[in-house]
């Protein structure tokens, strides 16, 4: 393969869907990297090592690939394996970790991701659009294997579950993820609209991005006053400069009877009742479609959820491609109606100039889209294969970033020890998923093993 081919097929910045962002200064070397709860649509792994052992799966290996995903087998591999191409054992695990289990399934429709998928969903062939009674059975089904899938998550059956509309995602977590003891769900992005609609259905929720980013700008303004204390300067323009200007009520209370003193209250319209509510509620509207508009809600009020999403209007869109098409559902298990699917790969080898000369580089690329779990059973696999050297450059879909958000309220640093052994995930990708959250609403971009040693950029 010419290298330019090559490029073309490492060139991480083309997704759509994630735009190449600047990565901060990379970690320190771990035995393990942080669970990344974001959702990736494409992964091209680079090593000196190649990746024949990927190619070309025999029809048994690939048989016993899906009987071991069935069945939750947990394959062991030695630290190094000598020849990988050789090695049934890896072969037949890297089948595995490919399956995820997807809802509805239409070969002809590209379902993940939703959001933003107009352009490529046009032309292609919608005969529910204008059929109510075809959408009605298919919000019917879809609502059958939804049911399911909760159900499964309850009895810890099943560890975790994505919601993906055309307007927003949702991801559900049993008890024992994320550092939780018990279920939850996170919705992004959210509108006020949808927030107001929850809180009428009874359904308590947190906003952690929106609430850490007060807290932090109420520290760094009381740094700042101290600062100017010790320094001997009063005055506190520069303490609103440090954060967002607080909302003033002086005007908000309905009253105008200073209008009246100047006699001029029937020369100035006065604002109706709705823009008072808008201007005193303007701080949580300037989050609406953003990273901080992020919801969480916790225990019982998960399953409130689930009653709220299958009769929200806005989980189906009403006009343009998506019309009338139920939401996408990802799973790591099987599920009701669930369809099993597989990851997509593909290996490319080439040349590239170096000091001293060419060196050989090769690269395998997968296409999501990649549950968190793939992710990492794909790297203890690659650990192994590729002699404990390998980089990955990882394009994410950026909505679900904001997944990656920590509690709120804060959970205890302690993994929560939770009985989730059949949910179908290897020991060390559960143990993995059960810390709580540290990146924030950012996600991993780059990764890379040296030694055995992870180290990530954001």
């Not at 696999?381 to 804060?410: K, T, V």
């Amino acid at each position: 393969v010419s290298f330019s081919e090559l490029t073309d097929a490492l060139s991480f910045g083309q997704d759509l869907h994630s735009p190449l962002a600047v990565p901060q200064v990379p970690s320190s070397p771990r035995g393990e990297f942080p669970a990344d709860w974001s959702i990736k649509t494409r992964i091209v792994f680079m090593s000196s090592q190649p990746f024949t052992w990927a190619e070309h799966l025999k029809a048994q290996e690939e048989a016993q690939g899906f009987v071991q995903h069935y069945r939750a087998t947990e394959t062991t591999l030695p630290q190094s394996v000598q020849e990988p191409r050789l090695c049934t054992e890896l072969r037949c695990a890297f089948q595995q970790s490919l399956v995820y289990w997807l809802h509805p399934s239409l070969p002809w429709l590209p379902l993940f991701p939703r959001m933003g998928a107009d352009r490529r969903m046009a032309g292609k062939a919608c005969p529910w659009a204008q059929d109510e009674a075809l959408q009605q059975v298919l919000m019917s089904d879809w609502s059958v294997s939804f049911t399911s899938l909760y159900n499964l998550l309850r009895a810890r059956l099943c560890p975790y579950f994505y919601v993906c509309s055309a307007q927003f995602s949702v991801l559900f977590r049993a008890a024992g993820l994320a550092g939780s003891d018990v279920p939850t769900a996170a919705i992004a992005p959210t509108t006020r609209g949808l927030r107001e609609a929850m809180r009428s259905e009874g359904i308590e929720f947190s906003l952690p991005l929106l609430e850490e980013s007060r807290t932090r700008k109420q520290k760094n303004s009381e740094e700042s006053l101290e600062t100017e204390t010790a320094d001997g300067i009063t005055g506190g323009s520069s303490v609103e400069d440090a954060g967002e200007p607080a909302p003033s009520d002086d005007d908000d209370d309905g009253s105008f009877s200073w209008l009246e003193e100047m006699g001029v209250q029937d020369k100035v319209k006065k604002p109706d009742t709705i823009s008072i509510q808008l201007r005193k509620e303007k701080h949580e509207v300037q989050v609406d479609h953003r990273a901080e508009s992020l919801v969480l809600v916790r225990g019982s009020h998960t399953f409130t959820l689930l009653n709220f999403l299958i009769s929200c209007r806005s989980l189906v869109a009403t006009a343009g491609p998506q019309a009338g098409l139920p939401p996408t559902l990802l799973a790591p298990v099987a599920f009701r109606g669930g369809t099993m699917q597989t990851l997509k790969t593909r290996s490319v080898s080439g040349r590239t100039r170096a000091q001293g000369g060419f060196e050989d580089v090769f690269s395998l690329e997968v296409r999501g889209p990649i549950l968190p779990h793939a992710l990492h059973a794909l790297t203890l696999l690659l650990g192994p294969a590729q002699h404990g050297a390998f980089r990955a450059l990882l394009s994410p879909h950026e909505p679900s970033a904001a997944f990656n958000a920590r509690p709120s309220p804060p959970q205890p640093q302690e993994p929560v020890h939770q009985d989730l052994p059949a949910c179908g995930l290897h020991s060390k990708t559960l143990d993995q998923l059960r810390q709580c959250p540290t990146l924030g609403k950012s996600s991993i971009r780059v990764l890379e093993m040296k030694d055995y040693a992870y180290t990530w950029k954001v």
